[in-house]
């Protein structure tokens, strides 16, 4: 069953072919960056929309502003990607250049983020085939949580598989699009503005068009640039020369997010598009599509399944993404040991389950509204865009290598850009930005909580370097619980005799005279071992047991081996009929002083 | 958090002061039976009502019919109480009687019986407070099966605080059903019959009344007699004399029984009520109580929520039989041993939570209704009733005790009746009551398939009697993986020091510089102690280690014993933080051949 679902186990040595080639990465890393553009312009005329239908004209120039916003920041994350070619994004630079809290910080706030993408992106993905098929709109919750168990497992087979099964659907995204964009530019040089064939009704407007709407308007809209950070917080999954194919990459991949926002933005303005009217509408770009390749076409049809399968991919990003950084974090001590450990197809099984189950939980509680979740995900995003770029800049001004000064500049202005969007977007949006504000903090207080432990288990376990340890002189018995008499006692105590002269069988027991009867056939058959009947009228097994060894225990130098015969399974229901006595009793004797607990597996023949 | 849910523990003395007055084993036991007359009438209109509202009238005439029936069962269970006073009911009759296949066939029916005692009476307790409150109509799953985990809970806590919180409810029920019987009868003597205040439209006849549809009628009614057998089956949880106090509850519950049932048909049919009209519809018990308490008045809404709380009691019942049978199933290997295991409030956990999650599951799935539940659970009733009674006759043909001939008529009876019932419910009742006849001889088989397993291993495990066992004669050696040097390595490399001469430290690294001046420090703090490097270039721990031992394992006489420090934990989350590693050696060594994993717990000061 295992094997189906999550597919053969890989060895060690397969880890490099595991490496991804420029178009490969660009379909896995950058669904979550090009995606955006599927509700990015959405987001910002949901807000110019309050002033009324004249104002949605303004969208274009606040797209231009955030393109603008994403080149700074892409050129900024390409020297990221060649300062920190070993990945780990916004916590590596923040770890290096400003010490823990910061890089915490920023750990939690990516953590987040993946969740939050997974979430976002899935619930955009479930809207778009909502638009295409208004029937499966009320099964909202249900088509997105299904979603991310189908990603999850597939994660679970490891990543080069994603790769195959994900390349073809984000070009064809990307292609689709841009035919979109390009049929319907034609068509507006050809003959001017282009009466909207689908679109909402003209509300009337709230406020007028002002400069805080405008900012609020670029705050929504920034959520285009979610995801830029992926490429370079994956360096070294590329093929050699890791940090020059990631930054080719992430290249082309800002420009292709630039075209397709600028585009659909400038396209849905002329086509005269609103955004979705309530939970049932049409997204923006349904509603483009439809007006471009005709409202029931072939073509209209074919979009929304690209949009849907590429805004999965995008979540698939964050599959990437979240165990790699866990691991990292794991392997520093912020955060469990388990988070770092490979399964057998060399994926992080921990982290990526984890993902799973935290987005599933919020697209059940936000009820599948990619509008409700995009706030909490700008938020974070923004706030780890700026530990990045102010780390950078720190780096450059200690570093002063050649070209520094230009390097400084860039990386000074994204984080100067992407600070002040972190901000507006953190006021525009509350509260629901605000509670981003207290879970990465949280979070970063666990990390460091994990990190005290660890580090208080180093301290006390530590041996001072001069001490020299001598042969230990206490001495040990060995003391074999006997249900009754078969090979796998006879195996234990025999086990018990090769390590040590002093074995006892103890032998728990309501019925005095069958212990009795036990006794003399051990005598017999395990000559020199003596048997104990532990008396239990009420036929508990491990008190007796425990309170024999307690009030027989001596000399403090005495240490206490308990031999368990463990039954090795051959089938998955043998463990639901075996072991479960010999379960009980390690769990009570694992911990009790003294007491070290020496289990003999057994197989039936 | 387990200490609030479910108690402190209790200490095994404490058993014998669990045992049940009769009073309040009325309360426990005797629920189920009685509180069948809630929904026994209801079944019976169902069926007549087909034939038009003039048919209602022979319900009087079917109702009498059953009595009867009741009469001679549980005269049946009284001489079966007496007999078999251990408690076990049908199995334990049968298994004396007619050997393992019969008593496993039994054993099967009466646990789905228990199963589905959960199911109807909670689904029927949910319906009598929707007919108070018709806005709950629609959360009837939800309520019950919040109800059912509520239940599950209250038996964890142990038997003793059930009957506490139980015992009133059930008196309540009896009194108030008996006041409104005879409040009812008494304007039925003052005024004749009496027009029905609320109660269905007289429907159009679908047939006519004939034999086919009585003997239907009759089928449908004898879910009156499910739980007579619950008392007979708990001989053992009365206090002494045990089998007198039990007949004597028997005989009392019966009576009462039988007073109900007739009484509310007789009423019913007075009053003009016909069966409830679809899943929202009132119930007969509610139509009855609202035509003598007034529609409006405390009465009617008190005596709903009583009758609701009687219908909890029942499903209870089997909260106390279901996990008790499994245990003595479990003795006899015939069910995984574990459930025979008593939890820490002497409750058997194991069947007390498997019950709870398969009744909730039935509850789902069947929509809460009990009309579609019952036929399921008649069928297996009468499958139990039938092999209890006809081993009943085996054993006094067996016995010929002093009066055996009048016992054997009394039972010979009680078998004839209860297996025609049980043939009649399966005919008049397919397909639904079906499913029965397809899960009790599943059940059946994996039981005797678990009997298999255990006798397999009891086997294999045997040892010759006459098998004189010497000394072993072979060696052994101890490996220690070391990640680095700290107090838990030493105390584990000194335990291995303890019990052998042959201690050998691995160390598994991808770093050989680190791990050589890890060797350096060992060999200055652990003179004596070699410590073996393994290489492992993609950080693997588990497979190289498994390697080296196979590797360096010669002799065939030689045990490897592994030795692994176990962090004994101290908080829960500590589970999370720490023996991930030691975790996953564990699973990977114990079964390997010739191999001992030996746990050195340590703690942190």
Same mark, same amino acid.
């Given at each position: 069953m295992r094997r189906i679902l999550i597919g053969r186990p890989l060895t060690s040595e397969q880890e490099i072919g595991e490496r991804l080639s420029k178009k490969k990465a660009l379909a896995i890393f950058s669904s979550d960056a090009i995606s955006s553009s599927a509700y990015a312009t959405e987001e910002i005329l949901r807000v110019l929309v309050v002033a009324g239908s004249?104002?949605? $004209?303004?969208s274009i120039w606040v797209s231009l502003a955030i393109a603008g916003l994403l080149a700074a920041v892409a050129t900024s994350y390409r020297q990221i990607g060649y300062a920190f070619p070993s990945g780990g994004g916004a916590y590596a630079v923040a770890r290096a250049n400003f010490g823990l809290v910061a890089s915490v910080v920023a750990a939690a706030a990516l953590l987040v983020d993946y969740v939050l993408t997974v979430a976002v992106s899935t619930s955009s993905a479930v809207e778009q085939i909502a638009s295409a098929a208004p029937a499966l709109a009320p099964e909202r919750v249900l088509i997105g949580v299904a979603a991310i168990a189908l990603i999850t497992l597939a994660n679970l087979r490891g990543v080069r598989e994603s790769g195959n099964i994900f390349a073809i659907p984000t070009y064809l995204f990307i292609g689709g699009a841009l035919l979109m964009i390009g049929l319907g530019a034609a068509r507006v040089l050809a003959f001017g503005g282009v009466a909207a064939t689908t679109g909402t009704p003209s509300p009337r407007p709230l406020e007028t068009l002002g400069i805080v709407l405008l900012v609020r308007a670029f705050a929504a809209g $920034?959520?285009?640039?979610?995801?830029?950070?992926a490429i370079a917080n994956g360096v070294q999954t590329f093929q050699p020369p890791e940090p020059r194919n990631a930054a080719r990459t992430l290249t082309a991949m800002a420009i292709l997010l630039g075209i397709l926002f600028v585009g659909i933005t400038f396209l849905a303005n002329r086509y005269g598009i609103g955004p979705a009217d309530g939970p049932q509408g049409q997204t923006v770009i349904a509603q483009l599509a439809a007006a471009v390749f005709g409202p029931d076409s072939a073509g209209f049809y074919a979009f929304q399944v690209v949009a849907a399968l590429i805004l999965f991919l995008a979540a698939n990003t964050s599959f990437n993404a979240f165990p790699r950084l866990a691991a990292i974090l794991a392997q520093d001590g912020l955060m469990p040991r388990h988070f770092s450990f490979r399964g057998d197809r060399l994926a992080y099984t921990v982290g990526i389950v984890l993902l799973g189950l935290v987005a599933s939980m919020l697209v059940i509680v936000f009820g599948g509204s990619t509008t409700a979740l995009i706030p909490l995900y700008s938020v974070g995003v923004f706030i780890a865009f700026t530990i990045s770029q102010a780390g950078m800049v720190r780096h450059w001004l200690a570093e002063?290598?050649?070209?520094w000064v230009s390097r400084l500049a860039v990386n000074g202005l994204g984080a100067a850009l992407t600070g002040v969007v972190a901000v507006v977007v953190a006021a525009a949006k509350a509260p629901a930005s605000l509670l981003i504000l207290v879970m990465v903090p949280a979070l970063a207080g666990v990390m460091l909580l994990i990190r005290r432990e660890y580090a208080a288990q180093l301290t006390e376990l530590a041996v001072r370097p001069d001490a020299v340890i001598g042969p230990p002189r206490r001495g040990e018995r060995v003391i074999v619980p006997v249900p009754q008499m078969n090979r796998a006692v006879v195996q234990a105590v025999n086990f018990g005799r090769s390590i040590s002269d002093n074995v006892v069988a103890v032998h728990v027991t309501d019925d005095i005279a069958a212990g009795e009867s036990l006794r003399a056939a051990f005598s017999r058959q395990l000559p020199g071992v003596p048997l104990v009947i532990v008396e239990s009228p009420y036929r508990a097994l491990v008190e007796p047991l425990v309170a024999y060894l307690d009030h027989t225990?001596?000399?403090?130098?005495l240490i206490t081996i308990v031999v368990l015969p463990e039954y090795v399974a051959r089938h998955w229901w043998d463990q639901l009929l075996f072991n479960q006595t010999a379960n009980r009793l390690k769990r009570a004797l694992i911990g009790h002083p003294n007491t070290v607990v020496s289990i003999v597996p057994y197989r039936r023949e």
């Open positions: 004249a104002a949605l $004209s303004a $920034s959520v285009a640039l979610t995801g830029t950070e002063r290598g050649p070209g225990w001596q000399e403090p130098d």
